[in-house]
């Protein structure tokens, strides 16, 4: 069990790490960066020499970003980004961001049944800067659920390029996650409440709309193929590793296949309050 602890403060005294790895998409975010006033410092990471811009530093590595362990231990900073690609079968253009952790066993860094610390807040201030940004349909900006590695003590989170190296390497896809990077996390003054999020598929538009039409921010999602792993545990994990603690549960209630029942009796025998996603956009639509 990793030990943590809750960052409550005004984020522009926060040290922000920027992870860049040797990936095609981590080098074409870098670039992009570069233009926006970093200057290289004495410090050494990895070989590499660290980039400074006001309280954001660039760490280079030649770890891959998924088994960097522990990287917070050799960093001195407050919150971990990992900025990098997107992989998918569907080959789409996609622009993304996701907390790390694993609901099951880590096939992909980490540790087994282990979740991070999901920055909730600043999730979703990202997706909301990237929306804003993406002024082409056929770019998706999208959460993701929680999936993969490594596994960090303190706050951390992934922003990617998807899904193909034509996209990896497509300099107007690194400029605009680098102008995220740098206008989120120097200019936060975002406060919301967060939520933990269950059901539907990796990529959930439900869970979108809760970032764009809620004063509520998506830290957790578990989806509906890892749903048989969220015991009580993992629940209290979910909701507790998250900034802010989540204070409520949202059920993709058309995506929890035969978990449904088992969920419920679980969420109402330990009195965490819940809602069913469809019914609570509507509450704040109306």
């Known amino acids: 069990m990793i ?7 005004v984020f522009k005294s926060v040290k922000v790490a920027i992870i860049i790895t040797d990936e095609l998409a981590d080098k074409n975010i870098l670039k992009q960066l570069m233009n926006s006033g970093f200057i290289k410092k004495n410090t050494l990471y990895d070989g590499e020499p660290v980039l400074e811009y006001e309280n954001i530093s660039i760490y280079q590595t030649r770890k891959i970003s998924i088994f ?12 971990f980004v990992f900025a990098t690609r997107h992989k998918s079968s569907s080959m789409k253009p ?5 907390a790390p952790g694993n609901w099951a066993e880590a096939e992909y860094g980490g540790e087994g049944k282990e979740l991070c610390v999901a920055p909730a807040n600043l999730l979703k201030q990202f997706y909301l800067s990237l929306k804003e ?18 596994l960090l003590d303190k706050p951390c989170m992934f922003v990617e390029i998807g899904s193909s190296e034509k996209e990896w390497s497509n300099e107007s896809y690194g400029r605009i996650i680098a102008e995220s990077i740098v ?3 120097t200019n936060y003054d975002f406060k919301c409440k967060s939520c933990f999020f269950i059901g539907g598929g990796h990529y959930n538009n439900y869970a979108n709309k809760i970032m764009e039409r809620t004063d509520y921010a998506v830290g957790h999602i578990c989806p509906k193929f890892m749903l048989e792993n969220l015991d009580e545990t993992m629940l209290n994990q979910a909701i507790n590793r998250c900034i802010p603690k ?4 949202l059920l993709d209630w058309d995506g929890l296949g035969g978990e449904k029942h088992r969920l419920l009796e ?8 819940f809602e069913r996603v469809k019914r609570f956009l509507k509450q704040k639509e109306n």
Not at 68 to 79: F, G, N, P, T
Not at 133 to 150: F, R
């Open 3 to 9: 030990n943590f602890i809750y960052y409550i403060v």
């Open 68 to 79: 960097a362990e522990h990287i917070d231990v050799e960093i001195d900073a407050d919150l």
């Open 94 to 98: 996609s622009l993304t961001c996701h």
């Open 133 to 150: 940004k993406v002024k082409d349909d056929m770019i998706e900006v999208t959460l993701e659920a929680t999936h993969h590695g490594p």
């Open 183 to 185: 206008d989120v996390f």
């Open 246 to 249: 989540s204070e409520l549960v």
């Open 266 to 273: 679980m969420l109402e025998r330990l009195n965490i309050k």
